[in-house]
Every structure is written in C-alpha cells, then in structure tokens.
C-alpha cells in the first residue's frame, strides 16, 4: 500500500508539471522580470499581468535549485516561483512552477506554516525551507509499472504514464543512478512577492 502511494504521488508530481506545456513563448528562468519584459508579458499572458511589479532572481529559480539539488538536500534553501496549484482537501502542499512552465516542485508544509491558502494559486512566492529528497529504486519503478499494465490491461491504455516511467529510467541511465530522485520542499516560511 505504501509503495502503491508513493507512485501515486510521483504520478501527482509529473502530471502537474505537464499542464503548461503548450505556451506560446515564455519568460526564461534567468531573466529578471521587470519592465525589460513588460511587451512580452502584454503578449504572453503567463505571468498573468504581474512581471511588472516582480523582479525574480535568477539564483532562486527552480532550474536553479534542480541544478544543485543533489547537494543540497537536507539544507536550507530559498525559491521564487508562481504557485501553480495548492492541495483543495488539505492545503498541505502546493506546487511551484518554473517560468518556462516545464518544471514543477512541490512544497509541503512545515515550521509555523499549518495550511496553504487557496488564494496562492497565480501568486509569486518566495519559499524557505529544507531540500528533501524521496528516492525510487528501479524495483519500486518495475513494480509499479507492472501494475500499470494490468490497470491498464482492465481500464485502457494511458500513455502519459508509460512515458513518465521511460523519462525517470532514462534519466537513471544518464546519471548512471540505480534510483529515481524527487525533490521537494519542506517549507519554513514564506512570503508573497510584490507586496
């Protein structure tokens, strides 16, 4: 059971962050959002209005802590990012979308932080907190797999996940890892940017 909720939440993870592929042009991760890109803002709507008032530094990104997330897990660390989702049951979570659209990272709740409020979802925020680092073992991923099959043999074919399970082994293969690394953020605070 636990092993069928740990690949319910990497499916979670990865469907998340495939929402927001089909934009136009997007504002890169190292660009400083401000006036520089207002024409582009008027015309791609994916900051929805706000890269006026917003500058983001580029060191906090989400490309950014991916680059040096495997030193940096179990330290404190610091993302600006726009709030692309938070948990409707629980408020527990919320997820983090890089400018790009093609990352998304999810921040869990922590320190005095007891629930996320709804009303982040399109908010640029700053989040702090401790690197975390879930492991998937190649075993775990086959396991999985397996019982993708036969749900899929029963309910029908569904090809997103049989992708995402090529993608994590593909990525095992490339960084020559005998596991699957998800990242997260247990958050300690965090504050809405531009206000």
Known sequence: MKKLLLFVLVLVFFLS??????????????????????????EDDSLNGKANEII?????????????????????????????????????????????????LKVTTGGDIKIFDQDLVGEFIEVEGTLMETKLSAEKINAFEKELESKNEEEGHCNTEKEN???????????????????????????????
Not at 86 to 96: A, D, K, P, W
Not at 165 to 173: F, G, H, L, P, Y
């Open 56 to 104: 983001l530094d580029s060191t906090k990104s989400i490309i950014a802590l991916f680059k040096n997330a495997e030193e940096n897990v179990n330290k404190l660390v610091s993302v600006q990012a726009e709030v692309s989702h938070v948990c409707e049951h629980t408020g527990l979570r919320l997820f983090l979308k890089s400018t790009d659209g093609k990352l998304s």
């Open 165 to 195: 399970i090529d993608k994590m082994r593909k990525w095992m293969k490339d960084n020559n890892k005998d596991y699957y690394s998800i990242y997260f953020i247990k958050a300690k605070s965090y504050n809405i940017l531009g206000e």
């Open 17 to 42: 962050s495939c929402k927001d592929k089909k934009k136009k042009d997007s504002v890169t991760e190292s660009a400083v959002v401000n006036t520089e890109l207002s024409q582009k803002t008027m």
